[in-house]
């Protein structure tokens, strides 16, 4: 079964931690993406890569910054976590094409205090 | 560009019911379309997609949508729901491109299946 794993499906951080958030892919996507999803706002992209070592800012860049060394793994980070960037995070990732889907993870539910 | 929206924000239903999830597009070129399904606490899950062809798509749980051209609509259906069909669904477009894959993703509509 294919799959995007996701780390950690709870965090807590405190306020100024740097956090990182891994996915890790097995289907050989060329694309993944991180969103982050909150009551009312529904799914937001954050950064995307379409290639290793490639990365594009989706519509809410500020505050996150992303890694691609490996076609399988996209890294999210926060370099100073803050209380507004509590949210459930979601990875996904697809082939390159736009008839294909993504297929998500599980989320990683993040809290910072 | 392409965008999403989709009408309903909640939907309540009575288990046993058929239910209607509404999603309209705008785009200048042709699309492809997609719904998903989140359960709670978890990621979206594909439930189905339109790429061509014939315009009523059906997807798993016994879930079917109908693509109209001239509405620009993608509704959801389902002719009798279970409280297990309790969950977020997204509708989604994307527009063929050489380039990377995105998706535009609707709001939401939170389906609520009441006993």
């Known amino acids: 079964d294919v799959k995007v794993t996701q780390s950690s499906r709870y965090l807590v951080k405190r306020t100024g931690e740097k956090v990182f958030l891994e996915c890790v892919q097995d289907m050989d996507h060329e694309n993944m993406f991180w969103y982050r999803q909150d009551p009312g706002l529904g799914l937001r992209l954050i950064y995307f890569?379409?290639?290793?070592?490639?990365?594009e800012k989706g519509d809410i860049p500020e505050g996150y910054s992303v890694s691609r060394e490996k076609k399988e793994r996209f890294s999210l980070i926060l370099e100073s976590a803050s209380t507004n960037q509590t949210s459930m995070y979601l990875c996904?990732?697809?082939?390159?094409?736009?008839?294909?889907?993504?297929?998500f993870g599980s989320g990683t539910r993040l809290t910072v205090v | 560009a392409q965008s999403v929206t989709q009408l309903d924000s909640q939907v309540p239903v009575f288990e046993e019911a058929p239910v209607e999830l509404r999603c309209n597009y705008s785009s200048s070129v042709s699309v492809y379309l997609f719904w998903y399904v989140q359960y709670p606490n978890q990621g979206l899950q594909l439930l189905l997609k339109y790429l061509s062809g014939s315009t009523l798509v059906k997807g798993i749980n016994g879930f079917e949508a109908e693509f109209n051209k001239s509405q620009t609509s993608f509704h959801l259906r389902k002719p009798s729901v279970h409280i297990s069909d309790t969950a977020e669904y997204f509708c989604?477009?994307?527009?063929?491109?050489?380039?990377?894959?995105?998706?535009?993703f609707g709001a939401g509509t939170r389906l609520a299946v009441h006993p």
């Open positions: 890569s379409y290639d290793v070592k490639m990365k």
């Open positions: 996904a990732s697809s082939f390159q094409g736009s008839s294909y889907g993504y297929t």
């Open positions: 989604a477009v994307s527009a063929p491109s050489g380039g990377y894959n995105k998706l535009i």
